[in-house]
């Protein structure tokens, strides 16, 4: 395997090699950096005025809100490299905030201790890792089966922080309604941006603008940045209540 051999994963791109033969999904990651700036403004005013900063917590959502930037960062490469060294630049940050987001709103959302929250990391990297490896059939041919995809479109390895995003958020809801909805709301963007990714080479041939297929990967890009977005405003949010209540 070689790091610079290149990957056809998309519609946009086709077979096309060119560092611009995905220009719509590569400018469309400029939505993640519209997310974390938007997430940047609202946590400094919320911690405007704060009598009693609380480092840690607020650290920890800067955090999230550079490796949102990064993702919008490393997907561009993904969509002008189309390498395998541009793969791991787009999945690892998402890898990381993923991560990050799950031990944050496991410990400020619903409570638990770290021991726990270690464990429930543990978990999940397996259960994504299991679900990022399965194969699917492709039949493209009646009858015959000639090759094996990674399942809906490589859509299921994302399955297991859908699932935790729903858990944490029905718990959240219980605790806290605004912290709650704003996770459940974005588990439901979430789910649609799934599907759009999914359907991306299914549906190439009926998407076509300016003369090229583009498929449906931007608008994943677009409602991930939203998702993201939503659900560093549920921190933000967190911080702000705690932050105005002195």
């Not at 390498?83 to 799950?102: C, E, G, N, Q």
Request: with cysteine; aromatic share 10%.
């Amino acid at each position: 395997m070689s790091w610079a051999e290149q990957i056809f994963n998309y519609c946009e791109r086709g077979l096309d090699p060119s560092f611009w033969a995905e220009p719509v999904n590569a400018v469309s990651n400029g939505a993640f950096l519209l997310a974390a700036a938007a997430g940047a403004i609202a946590l400094s005013l919320a911690t405007a005025k704060d009598r009693r900063p609380s480092v840690g917590e607020a650290g920890a959502i800067w955090l999230l809100i550079v490796i949102v930037a990064v993702i919008g960062i490393g997907s561009f490469l993904f969509h002008t490299y189309a390498t395998r060294w541009a793969m791991s630049a787009d999945v690892a940050p998402i890898t990381a905030f993923m991560v990050a987001y799950l031990a944050y709103a496991l410990r400020m959302f619903v409570g638990i201790p770290w021991p726990a929250i270690g464990l429930a990391l543990v978990v999940f990297l397996y259960i994504g890792s299991m679900a990022s490896s399965l194969t699917c059939a492709d039949h493209q041919a009646v009858g015959a089966t000639v090759g094996a995809e990674p399942c809906l479109n490589g859509s299921l390895g994302y399955a297991p922080a859908l699932a935790a995003l729903l858990i944490v958020g029905t718990i959240s809801f219980r605790r806290d309604r605004r912290a709650g909805r704003r996770l459940l709301l974005a588990a439901g963007v979430f789910l649609v941006s799934m599907a759009l990714r999914t359907v991306d080479q299914d549906i190439c041939d009926m998407t076509r603008l300016f003369g090229q297929s583009r498929g449906t990967h931007a608008l994943w890009h677009l409602l991930n940045a939203l998702t993201l977005y939503l659900l560093l405003m549920a921190a933000i949010d967190r911080e702000r209540r705690r932050t105005w209540r002195w």
